[in-house]
Nanobody, 124 residues
Framework: QVELVESGGGLVQAGGSLRLSCSAS????????MGWFRQAPGKEREFVAR????????SYADSVKGRFTISRDNAQNTIYLQMNNLKPEDTAYYFC?????????????????WGRGTQVTVSS
């Protein structure tokens, strides 16, 4: 059974940093795209970042470019999201995703596996 488990969320002041981790089990995702989405209260899930299997090709939402960095460790079947200079508008539940099956990497329905998420709250 495939499982994605996120960790590292929490409460931080604006301008602070957090590092999210997503550990995968039940399948080897070393040849698959993995990434992060987030969902704020009352809003739809939105794409945050993704990384290809090699770790060399990364994409980011415009709202996080220059502040967030996605990376992966295939030996550990784990991806990370380093979030710097956090803003109150980054407050959301962050989800790890794996295995892109759709054509658009920014569309939530294009990913087969989802974690349960971790809460990130940024206070002003």
């Amino acid at each position: 059974q495939v499982e994605l488990v996120e960790s590292g969320g929490g409460l931080v002041q604006a301008g602070g940093s957090l590092r999210l981790s997503c550990s995968a089990s039940g399948s080897d995702f070393s040849r698959d795209t993995m990434g992060w989405f987030r969902q704020a209260p009352g809003k739809e899930r939105e794409f945050v970042a993704r990384v290809d299997w090699s770790g060399n090709y990364k994409s980011y939402a415009d709202s996080v470019k220059g502040r967030f960095t996605i990376s992966r460790d295939n030996a550990q079947n784990t991806i990370y999201l380093q979030m710097n200079n956090l803003k109150p508008e980054d407050t959301a539940y962050y989800f790890c995703v794996a295995l892109l099956t759709g054509r658009d990497l920014t569309v939530a329905s294009g990913y087969r596996y989802w974690g349960r998420g971790t809460q990130v709250t940024v206070s002003s």
